[in-house]
Protein backbone atom coordinates (compact mmCIF):
# COMPACT_ATOMS: atom_id res chain seq x y z
CA UNK A 1 0.00 0.00 0.00
CA UNK A 2 1.54 3.31 -1.28
CA UNK A 3 1.51 5.81 1.60
CA UNK A 4 2.99 9.72 1.21
CA UNK A 5 2.99 11.92 4.34
CA UNK A 6 3.65 15.88 4.29
CA UNK A 7 5.12 17.67 6.73
CA UNK A 8 7.03 21.31 7.41
CA UNK A 9 3.83 23.42 6.68
CA UNK A 10 3.74 25.96 8.95
CA UNK A 11 2.90 30.16 9.30
CA UNK A 12 5.53 32.19 8.20
CA UNK A 13 5.46 35.97 7.44
CA UNK A 14 5.50 37.54 4.05
CA UNK A 15 9.50 36.98 2.80
CA UNK A 16 9.65 34.08 4.87
CA UNK A 17 10.80 30.44 3.92
CA UNK A 18 9.42 26.71 4.55
CA UNK A 19 10.78 23.35 4.03
CA UNK A 20 8.06 20.68 3.28
CA UNK A 21 8.88 17.02 3.11
CA UNK A 22 7.56 13.75 1.51
CA UNK A 23 8.09 10.83 2.71
CA UNK A 24 6.75 8.03 0.47
CA UNK A 25 6.26 4.31 0.99
CA UNK A 26 4.72 0.99 -0.60
CA UNK A 27 6.65 0.84 -3.87
CA UNK A 28 9.78 1.72 -5.70
CA UNK A 29 10.41 5.01 -4.88
CA UNK A 30 13.24 6.13 -7.50
CA UNK A 31 11.36 5.49 -10.81
CA UNK A 32 8.71 7.62 -9.48
CA UNK A 33 7.98 11.21 -10.98
CA UNK A 34 7.15 13.07 -7.54
CA UNK A 35 4.57 16.29 -7.85
CA UNK A 36 3.56 18.99 -5.54
CA UNK A 37 0.41 20.95 -6.13
CA UNK A 38 -1.46 23.33 -4.32
CA UNK A 39 -4.79 24.03 -3.47
CA UNK A 40 -6.08 27.39 -1.58
CA UNK A 41 -9.51 27.86 -0.23
CA UNK A 42 -12.05 28.06 -3.11
CA UNK A 43 -9.60 27.69 -6.49
CA UNK A 44 -8.50 24.12 -8.52
CA UNK A 45 -6.06 22.23 -7.26
CA UNK A 46 -2.57 24.15 -9.34
CA UNK A 47 0.73 22.51 -10.12
CA UNK A 48 4.14 23.82 -7.98
CA UNK A 49 6.97 21.67 -8.79
CA UNK A 50 7.66 18.16 -10.45
CA UNK A 51 10.95 16.42 -10.23
CA UNK A 52 11.93 13.11 -12.49
CA UNK A 53 16.00 12.18 -12.26
CA UNK A 54 17.57 15.05 -12.02
CA UNK A 55 15.46 17.29 -13.99
CA UNK A 56 12.86 19.52 -12.91
CA UNK A 57 9.33 21.58 -13.88
CA UNK A 58 7.68 24.72 -11.95
CA UNK A 59 5.21 26.77 -12.71
CA UNK A 60 5.30 30.21 -13.65
CA UNK A 61 4.29 31.47 -10.18
CA UNK A 62 7.09 29.93 -8.16
CA UNK A 63 10.32 29.80 -10.68
CA UNK A 64 12.68 31.19 -8.82
CA UNK A 65 11.48 31.16 -5.54
CA UNK A 66 10.75 27.13 -5.08
CA UNK A 67 13.17 24.39 -4.92
CA UNK A 68 12.30 20.57 -5.53
CA UNK A 69 14.79 18.07 -4.48
CA UNK A 70 14.83 14.66 -3.99
CA UNK A 71 16.64 11.94 -1.64
CA UNK A 72 15.97 8.62 -2.98
CA UNK A 73 18.30 6.88 -0.47
CA UNK A 74 15.66 8.42 2.30
CA UNK A 75 12.31 7.83 -0.13
CA UNK A 76 12.04 11.24 0.03
CA UNK A 77 11.06 14.60 -1.66
CA UNK A 78 11.59 18.11 -0.61
CA UNK A 79 10.16 21.36 -1.38
CA UNK A 80 12.13 24.67 -0.36
CA UNK A 81 9.52 27.45 -0.58
CA UNK A 82 11.92 31.07 -0.20
CA UNK A 83 10.26 33.89 -0.70
CA UNK A 84 7.08 33.60 0.50
CA UNK A 85 4.13 35.47 -0.84
CA UNK A 86 0.34 35.78 0.70
CA UNK A 87 -0.74 34.07 -2.97
CA UNK A 88 1.25 30.99 -1.58
CA UNK A 89 -1.53 30.35 1.17
CA UNK A 90 -2.94 26.75 0.33
CA UNK A 91 -2.75 23.35 1.18
CA UNK A 92 0.48 21.68 -0.25
CA UNK A 93 0.02 18.42 -1.45
CA UNK A 94 2.93 15.12 -2.39
CA UNK A 95 1.88 12.88 -5.45
CA UNK A 96 3.68 10.51 -7.38
CA UNK A 97 3.23 9.64 -10.52
CA UNK A 98 4.17 6.17 -11.37
CA UNK A 99 5.01 5.97 -15.13
CA UNK A 100 6.33 8.22 -17.40
CA UNK A 101 7.67 11.87 -17.49
CA UNK A 102 6.64 15.07 -15.23
CA UNK A 103 2.95 17.01 -15.79
CA UNK A 104 1.39 19.25 -14.89
CA UNK A 105 -2.07 18.10 -15.26
CA UNK A 106 -2.80 16.80 -11.34
CA UNK A 107 -5.09 13.57 -13.08
CA UNK A 108 -1.79 12.28 -14.52
CA UNK A 109 -0.70 11.35 -10.72
CA UNK A 110 -1.23 8.26 -9.45
CA UNK A 111 -0.84 8.96 -5.65
CA UNK A 112 -1.31 11.86 -2.94
CA UNK A 113 -0.89 12.73 0.48
CA UNK A 114 -2.94 14.13 2.63
CA UNK A 115 -1.58 17.58 2.37
CA UNK A 116 0.10 20.08 4.81
CA UNK A 117 -1.51 23.75 5.20
CA UNK A 118 1.19 26.59 4.62
CA UNK A 119 -0.20 29.82 5.76
CA UNK A 120 1.76 33.32 5.09
CA UNK A 121 0.70 36.26 6.61
CA UNK A 122 1.25 40.04 5.26
Not at 42 to 60: L, T
Not at 89 to 103: N, P
Amino acid sequence: QVQLVESGGGLVQTGGSLRLSCTYSGRSFSSNTMGWFRQAQGNEREFVAAVRWGSADYSDSVKGRFTISRDNAKNTVYLQMNSLKPEDTAVYYCAAKRFGTYARNWASYDDWGHGTQVTVSS
